[in-house]
């Protein structure tokens, strides 16, 4: 049987796996988990693993792309204080995702490590990591908010 999808215990996506002719018939291909393994099949799995192999390494060097333009990049966010200075919001990882999309980098959250939210004005680095375990540093720069008048 050729796996169409992820099946725990019996393989990963795209395997050829043996299994008992009633599994196969009853569960796996009803399911639509996987398909007999014909000579057309098996030649159309060598595509597939072809596409998915070149999607696997544009992914890779958009990730390693976006990785390395952002090493380094400083980010600046200016918030209001208090009359020592105190923060009146702290700057969580949902913050700053916000502020890399308006620059038109589109980074989750999720990817932002940030062990405890900033509360206080200056420079922090920040880690921000990608797929493949890439990750790159930026430097997060808290700054007073102007006062309009």
Do not use: C
Not at 93 to 111: F, G, R, T, V
Request: glycine share 2%; proline share 3%; hydrophobic share 40%.
């Amino acid at each position: 049987m050729i796996l169409l999808k992820d099946v725990p215990k019996i393989g990963k996506k795209f395997e050829v796996k043996e299994v008992k002719d009633g599994y196969a018939r009853n569960f796996l291909i009803a399911k639509d988990l996987a398909k007999p393994a014909t000579e057309e099949a098996l030649k159309w799995l060598e595509v597939q693993r072809e596409i998915t192999e070149k999607k696997a390494e544009e992914d890779l060097k958009k990730s390693q792309d976006l990785a390395s333009s952002m090493d380094e990049m400083e980010l600046t966010i200016s918030v209001k204080v208090g009359d020592k200075d105190e923060l009146f919001e702290a700057i969580n990882a949902k913050k700053i995702s916000e502020k890399l999309k308006e620059q038109s980098l589109n980074i989750d959250k999720e990817q932002i490590d940030l062990k405890e939210p900033i509360k206080e004005l200056g420079e922090f680095p920040v880690k921000i990591k990608f797929e493949h375990n890439l990750e790159s540093e930026i430097r997060v720069i808290v700054i007073r908010e102007e006062e309009k008048n």
